[in-house]
């Protein structure tokens, strides 16, 4: 195995292990823990991530990629910006069924948490959430609405609210707190919201 390759297996590790831990234990996760569980040491955590806090961040994003790949390909080109939401909200409802679904909430919720205890950390993590919500808007951005284009400004904003629609819709989902919200559900809200984006943009230049 090479330098790169060990490099690369020990720091998936870690991840790996991060996820179980902090999903767990939050701000009080211990690095000792996490390393012991990775079969390493806490001097990898430092070589590869800099603080416990940067392992977090590297968490987040080894998290979300994934997650914006997948929606990248349910929502293809071609479709106008109703069209591709309304993809949007069907694939993120069936995610809330997913496997790993409930483990992903916890770690949100979690991620929550600790960024409430650390300032610094959570701005750290908005910075993060950020970056990939970036995706989001490119993938809104330039679609055909109500006889224009989506602006990247216009498609910032509706990221966000999707985001912040969606994200509450799916805590709400294992609580019962949003009884009869399937897929079409989803879809009319997350179109609703699309229809009256136009709205984001009044008294701003486009961009």
Not at 69 to 94: C, H, K, N, S, T
Not at 133 to 161: I, K, N, W, Y
């Amino acid at each position: 195995m090479s330098r790169a390759e060990a490099k690369e297996r020990n720091r998936r590790a870690l991840l790996d292990a991060a996820f179980q831990v902090v999903s767990r234990d939050g701000h009080r996760a211990r690095l000792e823990e996490i390393a012991e569980r990775a079969g390493l040491t806490t001097g990898a955590v430092y070589s590869l991530f800099g603080s416990k806090n940067g392992l977090v961040v590297a968490l987040v994003a080894d998290h979300l990629r994934p997650h914006y790949e997948e929606i990248e390909q349910a929502v293809p080109a071609g479709l106008d910006l109703l069209e591709a939401v309304d993809a949007f909200a069907r694939f993120y409802r069936r995610s809330c069924d997913a496997p790993d679904a409930v483990s992903r909430l916890s770690l949100q919720i979690t991620l929550l948490d600790m960024a409430l205890h650390d300032p610094g950390l959570g701005a750290r993590l908005a910075a993060s959430v950020r970056s990939q919500e970036s995706q989001l808007a490119a993938l809104f951005t330039g679609r055909p609405h109500d006889g224009g284009v989506v602006t990247a400004r216009q498609a910032q904003h509706l990221a966000t609210a999707l985001r912040a629609l969606f994200v509450g819709l799916g805590q709400g989902i294992p609580f019962g707190l949003a009884p009869g919200a399937d897929e079409q559900y989803f879809a009319d809200a997350a179109r609703a919201l699309a229809s009256g984006m136009a709205l984001a943009d009044r008294g701003m230049d486009a961009s």
